[in-house]
């Protein structure tokens, strides 16, 4: 990690171009944004407002859906769930799944295997 600490940075004034790559130094360097900008010679201010304009420029994307289809369903065609209401998991790997309405334990036990499979 000390070269990434120690590698030139774009020179002042930074851009929309050229921030980004300040930005992810300073993340891969694993140092305190008061460290980074010591060594680098540059006001921490920089990377507080870059930070900020760029996640506005990017905000973050909406969760992903996956389609999801249900085999082996036991349940006779008109019984009726065995639980209602909303459920809502959010999986290691960072999907948010959202169940509203009357669920099956065997959909639900499903939806959360297909997504614990997904990358």
């Not at 940075?9 to 993340?27: K, Y």
């Not at 507080?48 to 973050?60: E, I, T």
Request: with cysteine; net charge positive.
């Amino acid at each position: 990690m000390q070269q990434d600490k120690l590698s030139p940075l774009p020179p002042l004034p930074w851009s929309r171009a050229t921030a980004p790559t300040v930005i992810d130094a300073l993340e891969r360097s694993g140092l305190s944004v008061n460290r980074f900008t010591a060594l680098h010679k540059v006001p921490p201010h920089r990377i507080f407002y870059w930070r900020k304009m760029l996640a506005l420029q990017n905000p973050p994307s909406a969760a992903r859906l996956l389609p999801i289809k249900l085999e082996n369903d036991d349940r006779d065609p008109g019984q009726a769930p065995q639980f209602e209401g909303t459920i809502e998991v959010q999986m290691a790997n960072g999907l948010i799944v959202c169940i509203r309405g009357a669920v099956h334990q065997s959909h639900l036990a499903c939806v959360l295997q297909a997504c614990g499979d997904f990358p």
